[in-house]
């Protein structure tokens, strides 16, 4: 290559008739009038495509991209088409002067012009369409009035260590047939096609900044949540953080639910807003009647990206839920009703066991969810599934006190009976109080121990546990020196048979009984309980002095309640299929648990 342009006119073989003072002079006058004006233009169509706003989504970007070349480029249309690893093809992304239904054809990477460019990296010119048998959409010549095809290649860089670059073609359309592309045209093609890439790397850069700030956001969040002398709810946390994530969401709608321990049954925990979401809070779904959940839960076989979903270990996202195999009717039907066009699902798992499901619902502000949405989506179940352990740990220190306060008194007991001078004569109360500290010591070790707090499931006598667990209560009220409190003696049905963990069904009564304790005025009053068959529902009821405002009657039947004893009452009981009943009544307040009687077909349905 020559070091300047006049080196290239005084070789140049048709100018040798000129003098050397001839050819400088023609020299000058090209660079000052044509190459100026010709370099200023490129830079104006440089510039013209930096200044898309990158903040838009990626196929927006596209589609004013493909247009903007194609009219500096004087072409008649223009389509941008990316490869898809996955499934072998070159998807559309973006188009001008030709139709979505058009540009939704699919194209093969191995056999197509836009596959070709992007496995050799190199610029393709076709001069006749008709006549070139790579190119197949023949119809497009006729529809559309074009016969000849400039195709350059197009890469978007990505920045993070495990992806690779996105490759594509640029197709600019021109109307002449047999058209010759020279070497300039093909190179002003190939510049506006790289301040393609420069807008979207930008527009990635811009949202891995939004991504991480959000991120950092929801962590200040969290932090400030964990501060809370009250301790930290896992649904509360959840509404609480929903609202960051919509500016950078768009998403309107989302549920959180919970998983079984056998997998075979969701529960919606929270939603946001309750008016836009799938079901009220505590309605209970069976996995096995919904495709969605039950994919989402165990996964499948062979994970990928299909039409109308696309399955991957960490979310199941439904692209398009009216036609996807996996919906549901009742779905399909608050789809429609809420004007939704996709639906990610992502399962919270510990121990590879999903233990919680979040659903996010994209309305019409949006067709679909980004990769660095789901990522962010991803972030927040993880910050979440923390949260779970922070409030499973402020469970066992709500619940460390019953049995503190137990071993206290009954421990108290056996010190003064040790005085006695009669032994003999007060060794099995001795032995009573001593199996008493024993049992209640292991009850704390199993609550430092078992983070989830409540153990196998086998079948219990309700009856037997609640006297039990009356008793001690009894025990420990009298040990707190709470003179004005009038202990009824339990009414209790001989064997009532339930199917539930021992270790939840005795929280349960601790807490329960705490609760209608600290809730009897000091005034005086009275506690009493319960246990009995209504239909086949096994009912413990608790009684005590003292009115309950009515709004609280209908929180706590929702599991609104602030109180952490509620809510693990609460969690409990949905969890084995069961329902609260509270009420008001002659100055008193009744709580009722019911729990399904046991059945042999129900052990044997978990097994």
């Known amino acids: 290559m020559k070091k ?46 930096i200044e898309i706003d990158s903040g838009l989504e990626e196929k927006s970007i596209l589609e004013i991209a493909a247009e903007k070349i194609a009219n500096i480029l004087r072409a008649e249309a223009a389509s941008i088409r990316l490869f898809d690893p996955k499934s072998m093809s070159m998807t559309c992304l973006g188009t001008y002067q030709i139709s979505e239904a058009e540009c939704k054809i699919p194209v093969p990477f191995e056999d197509s012009i836009s596959g070709q460019v992007v496995r050799e990296n190199r610029s393709i010119s076709i001069s006749s369409l008709l006549k070139d048998p790579r190119f197949k959409i023949k119809n497009i010549v006729k529809d559309k009035g074009v016969n000849s095809l400039l195709a350059v290649c197009l890469q978007i860089p990505k920045f993070l260590g495990s992806e690779e670059d996105v490759l594509g073609s640029i197709q600019i359309y021109y109307k002449e047939d047999n058209r010759k592309f020279d070497p300039f045209e093909i190179i002003h093609a190939e510049l506006l096609a790289r301040r393609i890439s420069f807008v979207l790397a930008k527009r990635k850069i811009l949202a891995l900044q939004s991504l991480n700030a959000h991120k950092e956001n929801m962590v200040d969040r969290i932090f400030v949540k964990l501060s809370n002398r009250e301790g930290i709810k896992l649904k509360d946390l959840f509404v609480d953080l929903i609202p960051e994530l919509d500016p950078y969401l768009q998403v309107k709608s989302c549920s959180l639910f919970s998983v079984s321990k056998d997998q075979k049954f969701i529960r919606v925990e929270a939603g946001y807003p309750l008016d836009k979401t799938y079901h009220q809070p505590g309605y209970t779904f069976t996995v096995s009647h919904h495709p969605y959940f039950q994919t989402a839960i165990h996964g499948v076989p062979e994970y990928g990206d299909h039409p109308f979903e696309r399955i991957d270990p960490a979310y199941f996202l439904i692209k398009d839920p009216e036609r996807s195999q996996f919906t549901s009717l009742g779905m399909r039907e608050f789809v429609e009703k809420h004007h939704i066009y996709s639906i990610l699902i992502i399962p919270l798992k510990v121990n590879g066991i999903t233990l919680y499901l979040m659903t996010f619902y994209a309305t019409e502000q949006k067709s679909s969810f980004t990769n660095e949405e789901i990522d962010l989506l991803t972030f927040f179940g993880k910050e979440v599934m923390k949260a779970l352990r922070l409030e499973l740990l402020d469970d066992v220190l709500h619940d460390f006190k019953n049995p503190a306060i137990a071993i206290t008194g009954f421990a108290s007991r056996a010190r003064n009976l040790m005085e006695s001078e009669d032994l003999e004569g007060i060794r099995n109360k001795l032995v009573t109080y001593l199996d008493i500290i024993l049992k209640e010591t292991v009850r704390m070790q199993d609550m430092a121990l078992a983070m989830r707090l409540e153990g196998r499931e086998e079948v219990l006598d309700l009856s037997e ?101 509620l809510n693990i009452i609460y969690r409990f009981v949905q969890g084995n299929h069961g329902k609260i009943d509270i009420r008001a009544e002659d100055d008193h307040t009744v709580i009722v648990v019911k729990l399904p009687l046991f059945k042999q077909k129900s052990t044997e349905l978990t097994k």
């Open 4 to 49: 300047n342009f006049f080196e290239f006119l005084e070789s140049h073989p048709a100018l040798q008739h000129m003098t050397h003072s001839e050819r400088l002079d023609l020299a000058r006058s090209i660079k000052q009038e044509y190459l100026v004006g010709a370099l200023s233009g490129i830079i104006r169509d440089v510039e013209e495509i």
């Open 465 to 565: 546990i609640a006297g039990e667990r009356f008793r001690l209560n009894e025990e420990t009220i009298r040990q707190s020196w709470r003179r004005y409190i009038r202990i009824e003696p339990p009414e209790i049905k001989a064997e009532i048979l339930v199917y539930c963990s021992r270790f939840g069904l005795e929280r349960v009564l601790d807490n329960l009984m705490n609760n209608a304790v600290n809730a009897i005025p000091k005034q005086g009053g009275s506690l009493a309980m319960r246990c009995y068959v209504e239909e086949t529902m096994a009912c413990l009821e608790i009684r005590n002095t003292g009115d309950i405002p009515e709004e609280k009657i209908d929180q706590v039947k929702k599991g609104e309640v602030r109180g952490r004893g």
